[in-house]
């Protein structure tokens, strides 16, 4: 698995050789019922990630995440606070679609962990965005349920999350769509708190730095190995 080089050129070049071992992955048989790996849209220097579950569908159909019903929803908040798709790398936990949609399987997600880990330490996001416990779950080791924890950036492993709760589930129950909004409006805070942080790239440099933050070592379930101290914002 590849990770961690500083020019942008190359860091992009190994990004898209994930995204191609991802198109021909039998990690898990996931393999066998999808009709294509979804490894994730978005340049190798966006400033934001968006992680969700698995593909559904549509993402299974056309390739691509967050293509449905939720995932014109999460362009229409991510909108709503200023931001475009195009500069935001999407992906999920699980790059094949689960038959039925069906949740993830410890294995699968566990099998699926290197290619998200390698995303993330080419991409180096100021900000980590889970969306939905599946999400929470793989990357925050010993978080509380999204129900408390939504909407409150967690620092763990050296990187910054903010928990929201899935899109879909806002479809389901309209309830939640102003406490998605509202925790989208914390993202753009957190997002401009940690921008006006961040030092500004020597003159001359090649592009953004970003976090210079370790890969988790990750487990055979797929979670960040050591006990993490989350330390809520
Ligand atoms: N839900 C997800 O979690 N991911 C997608 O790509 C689409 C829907």
Do not use: W
Not at 121 to 148: C, E, N, Q, Y
Not at 162 to 190: I, K, S
């Amino acid at each position: 698995m590849v990770e961690g080089p500083a020019d942008p050129l190359e860091r992009q070049a190994r990004l898209d050789a994930i995204a191609a071992e991802v198109r021909a992955c039998t990690r898990c048989s996931l393999h066998r019922t999808r009709t294509q790996g979804v490894p994730g849209t978005g340049p190798v220097t966006a400033r934001l990630m968006a992680v969700g579950e698995a593909p559904g569908e549509n993402e299974d159909r056309l390739g691509r995440p967050f293509v449905g019903a939720a995932g014109q929803l999460l362009t229409e908040l991510l909108e709503g606070i200023g931001l475009s798709r195009d500069d935001i790398f999407i992906t999920n936990v699980l790059k094949s679609r689960p038959p039925q949609n069906r949740d993830p399987l410890p294995e699968e997600v566990a099998a699926c962990a290197p290619y998200l880990d390698a995303q993330i330490a080419l991409i180096r996001p100021l900000v980590i965005l889970l969306l939905g416990r599946h999400a929470l779950g793989r990357l925050v080791a010993g978080a509380p349920p999204i129900s408390r924890c939504h909407g409150s950036p967690i620092r763990a492993d050296g990187r910054v999350y903010l928990p929201v709760y899935h899109p879909a589930a806002a479809l389901y129950n309209g309830g939640l769509l102003a406490t998605l909004r509202d925790d989208f409006r914390r993202l753009r805070e957190l997002l401009d708190e940690l921008e006006a942080d961040r030092p500004a790239p020597p003159a001359g440099s090649a592009g953004p730095s970003g976090l210079a933050v370790p890969p988790a070592e990750a487990t055979e379930e797929g979670r960040p190995a050591a006990a993490q101290q989350l330390a809520l914002f």
